[in-house]
């Protein structure tokens, strides 16, 4: 069970307005530092929780890359979330009733800031290694600007300066999905319970790549007329994150994804990455149509000590999650043997 941390006081965000309090949900497993262990800090993705033992097995357990025997592993739940940490779903305090729609606007640099709050609590004064994939490889890179000093190395998966107009576009498309389903507005947990079905289905299209589908979904037969494995397939992943997220929180990451922009009130984006002292670890999919190798090249141009590797997978952007021998291997090879502390590397 995640740990929580309650923070009795307003918490401002960068668009204006503030929460009245905050709680964090959070995980710290492992040998802590003052025994000796490696802080490694996971920052999860859009629909994740602060459990990566439960999402990144493989790259994340006893004899993986990041390992609790050698390393203390914090993991925080991200703001705006449905597992605990201050989201749509949690009661606002003042009206005694959940926020949904009335949750203000939040920004990565919102969940950066969640974040630090979390690490003075916890007394840490460096984290030896941060990564993150996705968006949160998002909060990394902007946790690393912001506090140059405070790492040791960073790692960044599939992950983005700024997110594109592709991939606002595909967020955008997901919302008119939450938006058209008639209860979302309802003023209820249990609304936009279809429209999240709807979303996930769009998002499956560019988390995925055409030959995943290929390999994974097609027919066995030829004489089919319906019933498609790839149609049920879809089905399946929208009921499966109706179940387990809210709606309101989907509609609020996604927006705080489109907000990221390293570069805003920095210069641009050349100057802000530079900001970035830690020796960094830039990994891409080649099959990643969400966010191509491209965005991780342009990290590699402008983040000064940065050594960028693109591994090849058919599972599109998903195979930050899914590649963990690749993942695994190229922390191993980028990082020396003493800083790994004997570390082995964990299968896919």
Not at 166 to 180: D, H, K, P, S
Not at 261 to 281: D, F, H, Y
Request: net charge neutral; charged share 20%.
């Amino acid at each position: 069970m995640p740990h929580l941390l309650h923070i009795q006081k307003p918490f401002p965000l960068e668009a204006g307005g503030e929460l009245p309090e905050l709680h964090i949900a959070y995980t710290a497993q492992g040998k802590h530092p003052s025994h000796g262990g490696r802080v490694v800090w996971i920052c999860h993705a859009l629909t994740a929780n602060a459990d990566p033992f439960e999402w990144w097995p493989g790259l994340v357990e006893r004899g993986g890359a990041i390992d609790p025997d050698h390393d203390y592993i914090v993991c925080a739940n991200i703001l705006g979330s449905s597992y605990g940490t201050t989201g749509p779903s949690s009661i606002d305090p003042r009206t005694h009733k959940p926020y949904l729609q009335n949750f203000p606007q939040i920004t990565i640099r919102d969940m950066v800031k969640a974040h630090e709050v979390l690490r003075k609590h916890l007394k840490l004064d460096h984290i030896d290694l941060a990564i993150g994939g996705s968006m949160g490889g998002q909060q990394v890179m902007e946790w690393a600007i912001q506090k140059p000093n405070l790492f040791g190395r960073v790692c960044l998966l599939a992950t983005s300066a700024r997110h594109s107009p592709w991939g606002v576009a595909f967020n955008e498309t997901q919302r008119m999905a939450l938006q058209a389903d008639p209860t979302f507005f309802d003023g209820t947990l249990e609304g936009g319970a279809k429209g999240l079905e709807a979303a996930r289905a769009v998002a499956m299209l560019s988390y995925r790549h055409y030959d995943a589908f290929a390999k994974t979904q097609s027919e066995g037969s030829d004489e089919k007329l319906g019933d498609y494995r790839a149609a049920t397939y879809q089905a399946y992943q929208g009921q499966k994150l109706r179940q387990r997220f809210g709606a309101w929180s989907y509609h609020v990451l996604s927006k705080a994804m489109d907000s990221h922009n390293v570069g805003r009130r920095r210069g641009g984006l050349q100057q802000a990455l530079a900001k970035i002292t830690a020796p960094t670890l830039i990994l891409s999919i080649n099959s990643d149509v969400l966010f191509p190798p491209r965005e991780q090249e342009l990290l590699s141009h402008y983040i000064p000590n940065a050594y960028w590797r693109v591994f090849d997978s058919v599972f599109g952007h998903d195979g930050f999650l899914t590649e963990t021998k690749q993942i695994g291997e190229a922390l191993r090879t980028w990082m020396p043997e003493r800083e790994l502390k004997n570390l082995s590397v964990g299968g896919s």
